[in-house]
């Protein structure tokens, strides 16, 4: 199967402040997700991306598929965006979707 | 993504006890999954639904029973589960066309189960 990392694994910041988190996967992919899931167990679909760039508010997620990698960009970060952010992929076969091991964010006041 | 319905929300049941999990969709999306999820982990796949029948089972023991009766609704019958059991049941959806991995899967809030 498919292996997808992701970096870094956990990341505290303080309220107003930018990060990137990034997602490197082994193979070719026809579809990568973005999901954030919150305290609560919700998983949230932020992006649809298996290339190209796409921005909503303060995300942003760029993919790089001939170099296999994606990275979600949050800028001026919120209290409610602390949770478990996952990139999951699915293989050029499509038979299978493939979850990373997640970045959890803590965003203090 | 509350387009995917799943009830109930919490469950509670004894190893002897018999329930089921519920999920619906109106999206007229043609696959359907059940992930399990513990603590601190991605989600894992279980099963897959293409077409109302089963495409992947992913050794997933026999005290979980899957059904699709039709394409908006699958079910995840529970008997005799066991303590480590316990964790965030989801269910997804995607068109199902093409493969089940290459089209963004639309996630419901899932089920939390506990295993007494």
């Known amino acids: 199967g498919i292996q997808v990392e992701q970096s870094p694994p956990d990341l505290i910041l303080q309220e107003g402040a930018n990060s990137t988190l990034r997602c490197n996967f082994s193979?070719?992919?026809?579809?990568l997700q973005w999901f954030h899931q919150n305290p609560w167990g919700q998983l949230i679909n932020l992006f649809y991306?298996?290339?190209g760039t796409k921005q909503n508010g303060r995300l942003s997620a760029t993919t790089v598929a001939t170099e296999r990698y994606s990275l979600l960009y949050i800028s001026s970060s919120q209290t409610t965006d602390s949770g478990v952010y996952f990139c999951?992929?699915?293989?050029?076969?499509?038979?299978?979707?493939?979850f990373g091991t997640g970045t959890s964010l803590t965003v203090i006041p | 993504d509350t387009e995917v319905t799943q009830t109930p929300k919490h469950l509670v049941m004894g190893m002897t006890n018999k329930k089921s999990l519920k999920c619906e969709q109106h999206?007229?999306?043609?696959?359907m999954y059940w992930y399990k999820q513990k603590a601190k982990k991605p989600p894992e796949l279980m099963f897959v639904?293409?077409?109302?029948?089963l495409s992947i089972n992913e050794s997933v023991p026999s005290r979980f029973s899957p059904e699709c009766p039709n394409s908006s609704l699958l079910n995840l019958h529970l008997h005799a589960l066991q303590p480590e059991d316990s964790a965030l049941y989801l269910c997804?959806?995607?068109?199902?066309?093409w493969g089940h991995g290459n089209q963004p899967q639309h996630f419901g809030d899932g089920t939390r189960l506990s295993i007494l």
């Open positions: 997804a959806s995607s068109l199902g066309r």
């Open positions: 193979d070719s992919v026809n579809n």
């Open positions: 991306i298996p290339s």
């Open positions: 999951a992929v699915g293989g050029a076969t499509g038979n299978q979707f493939y």
């Open positions: 999206m007229g999306h043609r696959a």
């Open positions: 639904y293409s077409y109302e029948k």
